[in-house]
């Protein structure tokens, strides 16, 4: 193979990185090969192995969805290709009544061509195998494969794969739209596919609960030529914010790249933040459902203190992880929660769902909570419910640049700092949790450190009862940061 191999597109829980500079179709079919030499030895009957393809909207896809089908195929195994999808609806095709030639197949995993909200140059591939997302040891022994293919590329024993294509947005739309029945009766919202996946999809669907929807960039472009996708940022969401005041709806969604996150933002324009969207998620399901023991919700150190708290009160058992779909997607799992989510707006439902992260259908699901208050109360507002949630001064995330080599001895030296300095917040501290960085514990609030899995910055999050105290809580441990990476200059 005639390209440089560039080991860091591997990411925790997927490939990704800069198309010319790592990513590259030749890549793709060396990936395709590895992918299928890393499941093949995992099932019993290799003679008839199936597998899902499908792409975002970038200008790349096209070619590198191409080559990656065709070291599947030259390693023997059959792909479904499903075309232009969002990610979820990889996922969901492991769970649907595929027919090929008349016969259902057992599809053994799915792979997405996709650098989800990253700006037009990336691309990437996500995977899964036996319904369960690659991990950071599957990437690991994957990009390991991929370095042997394309150092002594391997003639498969198999017969050649074949590739047909299938319809799975019409399976994914009717299964739904019969889920959520007339769910979104009476509701006006505003939709913006932001020139992305969900645009094949997310209007048609809600429609066909039965709600007005006023659509924006829906046609998918790969140069997303009105704004970036990704509904965290507050600044891609002007548009959607303009809209829903122009014409009075209820509320509107936005989504990223790959429709696996979701943005709600209310009828005021407030775009709500995850840990908020998930609690309101989470009473609904409290409230609406019987449970012989107290459910468990996963969400992440990153968020609220009400969070936790309200889904106890309510009956709940709530517990707090690690940052990182992945992570949240394996500990959902391993407590068979009902419900799990980020401050990204990753939602994971394992209630009346399949448990992957999935926006178009948490759109469902806000929709249906909406609509039953609206037929209640005709002049019901979602600002309203937001309200009516107990409130505490929180901030945005803060990002502290930090290489990635002095994270872990930053962290400790910064441990250590508070340890001997217990009373410099002005607040005692209650507790230390260490899962995921440092969530340092107030009776009133916490102050957040942790190490982002992606960038070389440290992501900071504080909560308190007041703003001032929200401030103090920052201003104290942005400093104590500071102090700490200088005693290891």
Same mark, same amino acid.
């Given at each position: 193979?005639?390209?440089?191999? @560039?080991?860091?597109?591997?990411?925790?829980?997927?490939?990704?990185?800069?198309?010319?500079?790592?990513?590259?179709?030749?890549?793709?079919?060396?990936?395709?090969?590895?992918?299928?030499?890393?499941?093949?030895?995992?099932?019993?009957?290799?003679?008839?192995?199936?597998?899902?393809?499908?792409?975002?909207?970038?200008?790349?896809?096209?070619?590198?969805?191409?080559?990656?089908?065709?070291?599947?195929?030259?390693?023997?195994?059959?792909?479904?290709?499903?075309?232009?999808?969002?990610?979820?609806?990889?996922?969901?095709? &492991?769970?649907?009544?595929?027919?090929?030639?008349?016969?259902?197949?057992?599809?053994?995993?799915?792979?997405?061509?996709?650098?989800?909200?990253?700006?037009?140059?990336?691309?990437?591939?996500?995977?899964?195998?036996?319904?369960?997302?690659?991990?950071?040891?599957?990437?690991?022994?994957? *990009?390991?494969?991929?370095?042997?293919?394309?150092?002594?590329?391997?003639?498969?024993?198999? *017969?050649?794969?074949?590739?047909?294509?299938?319809?799975?947005?019409?399976?994914?739309?009717?299964?739904?739209?019969?889920?959520?029945?007339?769910?979104?009766?009476?509701?006006?919202?505003?939709?913006?596919?932001?020139?992305?996946?969900?645009?094949?999809?997310?209007?048609?669907?809600?429609? *066909?609960?039965?709600?007005?929807?006023?659509?924006?960039?829906?046609?998918?472009?790969?140069?997303?030529?009105?704004?970036?996708?990704?509904?965290?940022?507050?600044?891609?969401?002007?548009?959607?914010?303009?809209?829903?005041?122009?014409?009075?709806?209820?509320?509107?969604?936005?989504?990223?790249?790959?429709?696996?996150?979701?943005?709600?933002?209310?009828?005021?324009?407030?775009?709500?933040?995850?840990?908020?969207?998930?609690?309101?998620?989470?009473?609904?399901?409290?409230?609406?459902?019987?449970?012989?023991?107290?459910?468990?919700?996963?969400?992440?150190?990153?968020?609220?203190?009400?969070?936790?708290?309200?889904?106890?009160?309510?009956?709940?058992?709530?517990?707090?992880?690690?940052?990182?779909?992945?992570?949240?997607?394996?500990?959902?799992?391993?407590?068979?929660?009902?419900?799990?989510?980020?401050?990204?707006?990753?939602?994971?439902?394992?209630?009346?769902?399949?448990?992957?992260? @999935?926006?178009?259908?948490?759109?469902?699901?806000?929709?249906?909570?909406?609509?039953?208050?609206?037929?209640?109360?005709?002049?019901?507002?979602?600002?309203?419910?937001?309200?009516?949630?107990?409130?505490?001064?929180?901030?945005?995330?803060?990002?502290?640049?930090?290489?990635?080599?002095? *994270?872990?001895?930053?962290?400790?030296?910064?441990?250590?700092?508070?340890?001997?300095?217990?009373?410099?917040?002005?607040?005692?501290?209650?507790?230390?949790?260490?899962?995921?960085?440092?969530?340092?514990?107030?009776?009133?609030?916490?102050?957040?450190?942790?190490?982002?899995?992606?960038?070389?910055?440290?992501?900071?999050?504080? &909560?308190?009862?007041?703003?001032?105290?929200?401030?103090?809580?920052?201003?104290?441990?942005?400093?104590?940061?500071?102090?700490?990476?200088?005693?290891?200059?």
């Amino acid at each position: 193979m005639n390209f440089t191999f @560039d080991e860091s597109v591997f990411g925790k829980n997927d490939i990704r990185g800069i198309v010319g500079q790592g990513i590259c179709k030749e890549l793709f079919y060396c990936v395709g090969k590895a992918y299928s030499a890393d499941i093949l030895p995992k099932i019993k009957d290799i003679s008839n192995v199936w597998v899902t393809v499908g792409k975002d909207a970038r200008l790349h896809s096209n070619e590198l969805t191409e080559a990656l089908i065709k070291g599947l195929n030259d390693s023997g195994v059959n792909v479904v290709e499903i075309g232009l999808v969002p990610s979820p609806f990889g996922y969901f095709s &492991e769970y649907a009544n595929i027919l090929i030639n008349g016969q259902k197949i057992d599809i053994k995993g799915t792979l997405i061509v996709t650098a989800s909200h990253n700006p037009s140059e990336y691309n990437g591939v996500k995977m899964t195998f036996e319904k369960t997302s690659f991990s950071d040891l599957d990437m690991k022994r994957l *990009k390991e494969l991929t370095k042997k293919e394309i150092e002594n590329p391997l003639k498969s024993t198999l *017969k050649q794969g074949i590739c047909e294509k299938y319809d799975i947005i019409s399976e994914y739309i009717n299964k739904m739209s019969n889920e959520f029945t007339n769910a979104g009766k009476s509701l006006k919202i505003v939709v913006d596919s932001a020139n992305a996946t969900a645009g094949v999809a997310a209007p048609e669907l809600y429609r *066909k609960l039965g709600c007005e929807v006023i659509d924006i960039f829906t046609e998918p472009d790969g140069r997303f030529p009105n704004h970036h996708p990704n509904p965290s940022d507050e600044k891609t969401l002007d548009a959607i914010k303009a809209k829903i005041k122009k014409t009075n709806a209820d509320f509107g969604i936005a989504f990223d790249g790959d429709a696996d996150r979701v943005g709600i933002i209310d009828d005021s324009g407030y775009s709500i933040p995850g840990d908020q969207l998930l609690l309101i998620l989470a009473l609904d399901i409290l409230q609406n459902q019987k449970f012989d023991s107290r459910p468990a919700f996963i969400s992440e150190v990153k968020c609220s203190q009400i969070l936790f708290d309200e889904i106890d009160r309510n009956g709940g058992n709530a517990i707090m992880w690690k940052t990182g779909h992945g992570f949240i997607k394996s500990k959902l799992r391993e407590e068979n929660a009902v419900l799990a989510g980020e401050m990204s707006g990753h939602i994971f439902f394992n209630d009346r769902f399949y448990g992957y992260d @999935d926006a178009i259908y948490a759109g469902c699901r806000f929709i249906e909570i909406i609509s039953k208050k609206k037929i209640q109360n005709p002049n019901f507002k979602v600002s309203e419910l937001i309200a009516n949630l107990p409130q505490a001064f929180t901030s945005r995330e803060v990002r502290f640049p930090c290489p990635n080599d002095k *994270k872990q001895p930053a962290l400790k030296n910064l441990e250590e700092i508070i340890n001997q300095n217990p009373d410099i917040f002005g607040t005692k501290i209650e507790k230390i949790i260490t899962i995921d960085g440092l969530r340092i514990v107030f009776n009133d609030g916490f102050a957040l450190i942790r190490q982002s899995n992606t960038e070389p910055v440290f992501t900071m999050r504080f &909560e308190a009862k007041t703003e001032e105290k929200t401030e103090l809580y920052k201003n104290t441990l942005v400093e104590l940061t500071e102090k700490s990476l200088y005693q290891l200059n």
